[in-house]
């Protein structure tokens, strides 16, 4: 029986264009939110994510930037805070927030680690992220990548089992809600908490305006039997069915849009790059195996070519999940580098999606960016043909021998080669539209020849700065050894002659002018370099000079040194004399001082001995005056009757007053003898040997 075709309808029901599936939170399972930015994560899904709070499924969300580019200038890390606090008011563990770049997300290979590293280590069952619609292209980048992210998840068979999509910068096609009534409240209080945003713009009354819209036709909430007040919009993925079905069956309306824009619906959409490798089998092929795995661009691919004329070494496990197909003549069979080159250029332009080529000899490397750098040019500029970028030079045991980074000049490629073969990535469609070749009859310089033959097909373009390694010295092309048929200035001749003879004259004008002017510019700077080898050189002199200079004023610096340092410690030991020196006379000076100290003190006690008996005379004189007085008023009358004897007693009187004068004046003498001796220095300083005297 015939299948009936299906008829054109020319209206769906409301189920069929906007389902109202309801999602129970607690079946997701534990949840991860990722967000681009700080107030994503809260703008997009904070009610669902209060709500898997309450039921103890929320884990720590992952923001990937700090969203610097909103801040002029501010703390970088005001918005993280932000992000903390709003955490906290949803009831949610504090965020982790890295620090990926705000505006310089892309969908990579480091973004889709990153976030399988997160999401493996976090054990999610399901993840929120930005919906593909998003108008940011951060949020665009973050949900690609995690689409990628999820299915290589699901392909191992993690824990991870599906995908909501959320809206945050615009409204999405959603297949599925949650009603957030009962905690409106808190996230309306989380979005506050981003005061640096509110001021640019007015997030929260655009919030409840969409959390209102997608409260319409959501019918009663059942736990208030009332209308549905708020309500989140979500396009849930089911893993499974986007890996058996593809994006067109689990992202409905979608890829439609997005492929009006050129934008992709999943990673493998992405333009392929071929990284087209003829192999020799040598051990330095893991190394530029392993550089290609390190490439920051995706999608790619690697087509070898088994030019070794043996079986080939296993290279899958090196190269997984990066797609490898190798290909090999005839059994029995060799090939030459042209020929290889020209088996695997086939071998890419039989690749459904695949954009851009790239060769690589198994013993050079590519930075991790090379790839990445030379398709943004491509994707740039849509007439260029091809794109190259600098390549240094180093030799066998890795040492600088240089570096290609020249400016493009078809000129100058007409004359001589300056692009290594890894340099430049190419478009696959101009070597079909033109079916450009490798010249099999060239045994050696056949890739200067092949960028010949692709410049004539559009633009060259020139990514300045090196993100490439040629490495000298490994293989054994034989290019330099003049006696050897593969002697490059041979061939190079050759290429030059077919050049002349299938040019016209205006092109072969206008190239010999261009080295002609490239010549003469090469001399006017050799002559400036000349002249400024010649100052190097006077420089060279003069530093010598200087050196020597130098080394003699060092000498004399050193004998200097020697001299202050015998000096110091002639004055040392000089000084080390004087004050033993200085410590003898000072012992010498306190024996002395001793001595007269004793001496003063023998002085003193005699003087005082003396001065103690004249004063017992003074006494005994006085007494005897008193007793003469007393006699002479008793016997006054008497000494008139013995005037002879009174005379003689006048006279005696007379002698006596004499002798206590004298005695009185020595006395004064003594005491001022005394008061000096108490008054000098020698007295005082010797105060404790008088002391000591006294106790012995």
Known sequence: MARMR????????????????????????????????????????????????????ALPSVVLTRGEA??????????????????????????????????????????????????????????????????????????????????????????????????????????????????????WFAIEAFVSQLSLESYAPMAKALASLRAFGAGLNPKTAQAVRYAEAFFDVDLKAYARQGPLAALPQWPWVRSSLHLAN??????????????????????????????????????????????????????????????????????????????????????????YALFLDDDDLLDPNHLMRLVDRLTDEPRAVGAYAGVRVVGPSGEDRGHYDVAWSAERLNGINFIPIHAMAFRLDAIKRASIRFDESLPVLEDWDFWRRLATQGLVIHCQGVSATYRQGLGDSQLSNPSHPHYWRHWHRVLIEQSVKTSNTD???????????????????????????????????????????????????????????????????????????????????EKVFAEQA??????????????????????????????????AQVNFQQ????????????????ILKEQLATSEAQTRELQARLSLIESSRGWAFLCWLRGLIRRD
């Open 507 to 589: 092109a072969l004008a206008q190239t010999l002018a261009w080295h002609a002017l490239a010549l003469e510019e090469s001399r006017v700077a050799l002559l400036r370099l000349d002249g400024i080898e010649a100052t190097r050189e006077q420089q060279a002199r003069e530093l010598l000079e200087a050196r020597d200079e130098r080394q003699d004023l060092v000498q004399k610096n050193d004998a200097l040194e020697a001299a202050l340092k015998q000096a110091q410690e002639a004055f040392h030991a000089q000084l080390a004399l004087e004050q033993s020196e200085k410590a003898r006379r000072l012992a010498d000076h």
């Open 266 to 355: 999943q990673p493998e959409s992405l333009p392929m790059l071929c990284v087209l490798m003829r192999s020799m089998n040598r051990p330095c092929l893991l190394e530029a195996i392993a550089s290609v795995c390190a490439q920051s661009y995706r999608p790619i691919m690697v087509i070898l070519a088994n030019a070794s004329g043996q079986v080939h070494q296993e290279l899958s496990s090196y190269l997984s999940p990066i797609p490898l197909q190798t290909i090999a003549p005839a059994m029995g069979g060799t090939w030459t580098r042209s020929q290889a080159a020209n088996a695997l250029l086939d071998a890419a332009c039989l690749i459904d999606n695949a954009a």
């Open 598 to 631: 004793l001496a003063y003190e023998r002085e003193l006690a005699l003087a005082n001995a003396k001065l103690h008996t004249e004063a017992q005379a003074v006494v005994s004189l006085q007494a005897k005056l008193q007793e003469i007085s007393v006699l």
């Open 70 to 187: 909103a801040l002029a200038g501010a703390d970088s890390e005001l918005r993280a805070k932000e992000s903390h606090e709003a955490a906290r008011r949803l009831g949610m563990p504090a965020p982790k927030v890295l620090d990926l770049g705000d505006r310089k997300l892309r969908y990579d290979q480091a973004l889709v680690d990153a976030l399988i590293d997160v999401i493996e280590q976090s054990q999610a069952q399901t993840i929120l992220v930005p919906s593909l619609s998003e108008p940011h292209p951060d949020h665009q980048a973050c949900a690609l990548a995690a689409l990628d992210a999820g299915l290589r998840l699901q392909a191992r068979r993690g824990s991870l089992k599906r995908i909501l999509f959320y809206e945050d910068g615009a409204p999405m096609h959603p297949n599925a809600l949650v009603v957030i009534d009962e905690v409106a409240e808190l996230k």
């Open 639 to 654: 000494a008139s009757e013995a005037q002879a004897a009174h005379a003689q007693s006048q006279h005696e009187l007379q």
């Open 6 to 57: 299906s008829t054109m309808r020319d209206r769906a029901l409301e189920v069929e264009v906007y389902p109202r599936q309801r999602i129970d939170p607690a079946e997701l399972g534990l949840t991860l939110c990722l967000a681009p930015h700080p107030d994503d994560e809260v703008l997009g899904c904070g009610g669902l994510l209060a709500l898997l709070a309450a039921h103890k499924l």
